[in-house]
């Protein structure tokens, strides 16, 4: 087995299913791979095809994926923190419940869930919702793990300090099936110094343990560390730099856990606001070269033009 499990956020469409999401993968040089069992701003989600999960699951055999790396990720809107409209919370519950049992039929061990926003009822509410609604939805013994990400701290998220993470862990019945997500923009938007990274692992270490880090996200970050933006910029254009997320990604004590890049689709033109390209055939080869390609945009703007 590859040390090095890196992949992508790639689509998952009604017409292919898995299947169309395993292609995607491989076509940028994939060992792993994140997507949404549906739009990620909404929440209808269609049935699931058996025949094409096998399907799936034989690419992914033939191509040394192996299944257990592979990242769902619950739509950002869901939010258990907030408990002002009970119907609302209860969908929220009943959705995530839902997402288990889609991650249970496809074969899929990790769903990378936001853990929420307060809304103005105040982060310790906030963090006591998300532990009520999270043992209804993790209320069986066995089954896939939510993996809670770092947040930014944009508007009124928690979960945006290693803490907070802990404080909702700790609520949790089932201890198996609760970790973390990485998510580097976020933890430098949030105000952690990943020109430091030993020591930001080492807090982590102290107040959740290692042992909880379920997948990462590998992001460079738009903004300055503490901005709680939570902008993604395309690895080594940003402001975490190249080097810094080198030493993220091929750190020793993160060696085999799943990294997820969604860094932003390039635009047609230098300077433009549109999102057209897919990055990642070309950031996942500049991360297995160990260099740095300050031409790299241009590349994927020739390639799929
Ligand atoms: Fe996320
Ligand atoms: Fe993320
Ligand atoms: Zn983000």
Redesign the pocket.
Same mark, same amino acid.
């Given at each position: 087995m590859e040390d090095l499990i890196i992949g992508s956020h790639v689509s998952y469409n009604k017409k292919e299913g898995l299947v169309g999401s395993v292609k995607e993968a491989l076509s940028y040089g994939e060992n792993t791979f994140m997507f949404y069992t549906g739009a990620p701003q909404n929440t209808v989600r269609g049935p699931i095809d058996e025949n094409v999960v096998n399907e799936a699951k034989k690419i992914m055999k033939e191509n040394n994926i192996d299944i257990n790396n592979v990242v769902i990720h619950a739509p950002y809107i869901v939010n258990l923190a907030n408990d002002k409209e009970p119907e609302k919370f209860n969908f929220a519950v009943n959705f995530l419940k839902g997402e288990v049992s889609r991650a249970k039929k496809l074969g899929i061990n990790l769903i990378v869930l936001h853990p929420g926003s307060h809304v103005g009822l105040g982060k310790e509410r906030g963090l006591d919702n998300i532990i009520k609604g999270l043992n209804i939805v993790l209320s069986e013994k066995e089954g896939p793990v939510i993996c809670l990400e770092t947040m930014?701290g944009k508007g009124t998220e928690v979960g945006t300090t290693f803490e907070d993470l802990k404080y909702i862990i700790d609520g949790i019945e089932n201890q198996n099936r609760i970790k973390v997500c990485i &998510?580097t923009?976020?933890i430098h938007d949030a105000g952690y110094d990943l020109n430091n990274f030993d020591e930001v692992l080492e807090k982590f270490d102290k107040i959740i343990g290692l042992n909880k880090i379920g997948c990462m996200?590998i992001?460079d970050s738009k903004n300055e560390i503490n901005a709680h933006k &939570?902008r993604?910029d395309n690895i080594g254009f940003g402001k975490i730099g190249f080097d810094n997320l080198m030493k993220i990604i091929y750190h020793e004590k993160l060696k085999g856990i799943p990294k997820i890049l969604?860094t932003p689709y390039v635009s047609e033109k230098e300077g433009e606001k549109d999102h057209t390209y897919p990055p990642y055939k070309f950031e996942i080869a500049m991360i297995r070269n160990k260099k740095y390609d300050k031409n790299l945009l241009s590349e994927i703007r020739n390639y799929y033009k």
């Open positions: 930014a &998510d923009c976020h996200h992001n &939570d993604h969604e």
